[in-house]
């Protein structure tokens, strides 16, 4: 992976567009394409501009991570709000909402067939949180 490279993966791990990075930097979009694509590159004060909002800069240039770790995905807005109710909710609640996630199902992704399958009862900690299908992995994290 090269600098260029390094450069769009960690706009993409902060969750920035081409059109965000110029606005941080104070450049154009075309810009920013120049640089993902490898026509130019960007400077130590552009570079200084996006270490301010989170990008680890040392892995843009040299392909190592600030710290020899690479950094955990950022949360979008909606999951820092939903984690932040989360952590203050008691341990009903959070099971409560645990089923609710587990037993959502993604119908825009699924087909008739997939949504017609059978679906069991899976259990946490004595609790009821949701169902899974025969082939979902219902075991990971589970209490014994």
Same mark, same amino acid.
């Given at each position: 992976m090269n600098l260029h490279e390094r450069l769009k993966a960690e706009r993409e791990r902060l969750g920035f567009t081409?059109?965000?990075?110029? #606005? !941080?930097?104070?450049?154009?979009?075309t810009t920013v394409i120049n640089w993902e694509k490898g026509s130019s590159s960007p400077t130590a004060v552009h570079l200084e501009q996006l270490a301010k909002v989170g990008m680890?800069?040392?892995?843009?240039?040299?392909g190592v991570?600030?710290?020899?770790?690479?950094?955990?995905? #950022? !949360?979008?807005?909606?999951?820092s709000t939903m984690l932040s109710y989360f952590r203050k909710a008691s341990a009903a609640v959070r099971k409560a909402a645990l089923g609710a996630l587990?037993?959502?199902e993604p119908t825009a992704l699924k087909s008739k067939k997939e949504t017609s399958e059978p679906r069991y009862?899976?259990?946490f900690g004595g609790a009821q949180i949701g169902q899974a299908a025969a082939g979902d992995i219902v075991n990971k994290g589970r209490r014994k």
């Open positions: 081409q059109p965000d990075v110029a #606005t !941080l930097t104070k450049v154009g979009k680890d800069v040392l892995f843009v240039v040299t991570h600030a710290g020899g770790v690479a950094p955990a995905p #950022t !949360l979008s807005a909606e999951e587990i037993g959502a009862t899976v259990s």
